[in-house]
């Protein structure tokens, strides 16, 4: 009985610590957003994703080193570039919008990610999607319609990137899903050289010399990132999926805060609905794939 007991305690103490870590790593990671709009307001894309990635691999290089051995001998290494490629092309998408879009906005466009992988699922990877699922589907895509608010007055081009930026993110979720048998250090450091060598070809484009509070915004942005990812790795270790990975639809709080706070962006009544209901139908749709044993434990937020 006192065994039991014990474990029971154990249980919810783990689970308390991976739910206290997953909101943690999704204020870290809206926190970091909130510094690279800031920052792409004066600098280019391209110079805060190299030097966002400059500081990120400066703190994974010590494991890197470690695991340098997995990385000579990758399975399917083809594909490990096509994830390297779909994760660069999603930043750049998500720093480009922010820069014309409120914070709110963009990011409720990415909290479709769920919805559209989904459905590429099923039309990609020829996964069976029961109608409970479909319907969902059918009902975020709506919620996307209602923040998108799509007329010839109102549909802007970088509502488009942003979009455009969240399905880069689902296709980017399938691939993961792919490899999720490589080692996360692999992973996460091949992410952050791909933006890397992209922000290294951008440089020459509008380079403009930080001043050296901007620097130290530049390196915060990437020591953040890479503390909100452990974060949030460590809280998929601590507790089941399904108990912390909704947790992460905070980030549309943190998101309208900040948004409104730092940058004077109230969120629209239209964002605020869209947001609601496609929040509604992730979270469906991840129950509904836990329940059928084919959810996936490697979600992280997007940028």
Not at 172 to 181: A, D, E, I, N, P
Request: aromatic fraction near 10%; include cysteine; hydrophobic fraction near 55%.
């Amino acid at each position: 009985m006192i065994s039991r007991i014990s474990t029971s305690l154990n249980d919810r103490t783990a689970r308390l610590a991976g739910i206290g870590l997953m909101l943690a790593g999704i204020w870290a990671f809206s926190f970091g957003d909130v510094i690279g709009k800031y920052l792409v307001a004066d600098y280019p894309v391209g110079q805060l994703l190299f030097l966002r990635a400059c500081a990120a691999l400066a703190l994974l290089a010590p494991m890197m080193w470690r695991a340098r051995h997995e990385f000579m001998r990758l399975e399917r290494p083809g594909l490990h570039v096509v994830r390297v490629l779909l994760s660069t092309l999603e930043s750049a998408a998500f720093f480009t919008s922010v820069i014309y879009l409120p914070l709110a906005d963009v990011i409720t466009y990415y909290l479709a990610c769920p919805i559209f992988v989904t459905a590429l699922s099923a039309i990609v990877l020829r996964e069976k999607v029961g109608w409970r699922r479909w319907a969902a589907v059918l009902v975020g895509f709506g919620g996307v319609l209602i923040a998108l608010r799509p007329s010839t007055q109102t549909i802007s081009w970088p509502a488009l990137i942003a979009l455009g930026g969240s399905l880069s993110f689902a296709m980017l979720m399938l691939v993961t899903r792919s490899l999720r048998g490589a080692p996360d250090i692999v992973l996460a450091s091949s992410q952050s050289i791909g933006t890397l060598v992209f922000g290294a070809l951008l440089l020459p484009v509008g380079w403009q010399t930080p001043t050296l509070p901007a620097f130290g915004m530049f390196m915060l942005a990437g020591a953040i990132s890479v503390g909100a990812l452990v974060c949030v790795n460590r809280s998929l270790k601590l507790a089941p999926a399904s108990v912390v990975v909704p947790y992460q639809y905070t980030m549309i709080i943190w998101a309208v805060i900040f948004g409104y706070v730092v940058f004077g962006d109230p969120p629209s009544l239209a964002t605020l609905i869209g947001a609601a209901i496609i929040i509604g139908a992730g979270i469906y749709i991840f129950l509904r794939e836990q329940a059928l044993g084919t959810g996936d434990d490697t979600v992280n937020p997007p940028a």
